[in-house]
């Protein structure tokens, strides 16, 4: 027989053997896929998984500081959108306690108790995101847009705000607060 021939057999055999292995494993991927599909789309659907919660008291943390500077409790109000309240303020030297440069209603009030994030939406295209949202900085009175999104282990609270577009704007991350002597602190 001659090489040429040899090796074209050969190559040949090669190929049926290897899109046959390729087969199989496609089959099984495909198979795989549908059988963990339903479940999969499910958890994504359920906008009440704790993991995506924006409810409940997140840590304020000064970016370039690292301290904390307040605790706000993120809510849903009855009309299926999310409100910010600040429950408490740190103790430190540097915190504002009076909304001292903040538009009408909120000129001059006392920054604790009051809300500073209103009409968030859950986005619901995407799980643990949520858009269109208010927000007022009460140190420097500015009230921008917003974006938030909560980490897939629901311990980070990562904000966008921006007057405009989100290009110009500036982030934020605040944590979940899980320590029960802090929460009992902030719900007297």
């Keep these: 027989m001659d090489p040429l021939n040899l090796f074209k ?32 789309a499910a958890t994504h659907t359920d906008r009440s998984a704790a993991p995506y919660e924006l409810k409940g008291i997140w840590r304020v943390i000064e970016g370039n500081t690292g301290q904390t500077r307040a605790w706000v409790q993120m809510q849903q109000e009855p009309d299926k959108t999310y409100s910010g309240y600040v429950r408490k303020l740190a103790n430190l030297p540097n915190i504002v306690s009076v909304c001292r440069n903040c538009p009408m209603p909120y000129t001059n009030q006392p920054i604790e108790g009051m809300r500073i994030f209103w009409r968030i939406t859950a986005d619901n295209n995407k799980i643990g995101y949520f858009k269109d949202g208010m927000a007022l900085d009460p140190k420097s009175g500015r009230v921008y847009r917003g974006n938030m999104h909560v980490s897939m282990d629901g311990h980070m609270l990562l904000m966008r705000g921006y007057i405009g577009v989100p290009l110009f704007g500036r982030s934020e991350t605040w944590l979940r607060e899980t320590d029960p002597a802090i929460l009992k602190a902030i719900e007297q």
């Design 9 to 40: 057999r050969a190559s040949l055999g090669f190929t049926r053997f290897y899109f046959k292995r390729l087969r199989a494993v496609s089959v099984l991927m495909v198979s795989l896929y549908c059988t963990l599909a339903p479940s999969h």
